[in-house]
């Protein structure tokens, strides 16, 4: 039985490289996302005088609005991470297997 080496490492590559450059992308908009939320933020001096005339326990409505897109945007940094370091290691074990083939080749 015959296993054709070159379509099978050809697409583990494609792959690879098409997977990084997604979680790359998705890495840089969630840090530009975070980045244009935080020079959004109101003046700390506005919310700490809002902080003293109300009670501690409604402080939390004078934070900014959007902590859910802090959030997704966290989460989005980290899966992107993780899918970066999985596409890294699908190209680096197909570099491993390319350089065995050449060198049972050679």
Same mark, same amino acid.
């Given at each position: 039985?015959?296993? /054709?080496?070159?379509? /099978? ?6 792959? +690879? ?7 790359? *992308? ?5 840090? %530009?996302?975070? @980045? ?6 109101? !003046? =700390? ?5 809002? @902080?003293?005339?109300?009670? %501690? ?6 934070? =900014?609005?959007? +902590?859910?897109?802090?959030?997704? *945007? ?9 899918? @970066? ?6 190209? *680096?074990?197909?570099? !491993?297997?390319?350089?065995?083939? %050449? !060198?049972?080749? @050679?």
């Amino acid at each position: 039985m015959s296993v /054709n080496f070159d379509s /099978n490492i050809n697409s583990a590559i494609i792959s +690879g490289t098409l997977g990084l450059q997604r979680a790359s *992308d998705g890495i840089t908009q969630h840090s %530009i996302n975070l @980045a244009q939320q935080q020079a959004q933020l109101r !003046d =700390p001096k506005e919310v700490l005088a809002e @902080a003293a005339q109300q009670q %501690i326990g409604l402080s939390t409505k004078l934070l =900014p609005k959007g +902590g859910d897109n802090v959030t997704n *945007d966290l989460v989005g940094l980290t899966l992107n991470l993780r899918n @970066a370091q999985a596409n890294a290691k699908v190209l *680096d074990v197909a570099k !491993d297997t390319v350089g065995r083939l %050449i !060198d049972e080749i @050679a």
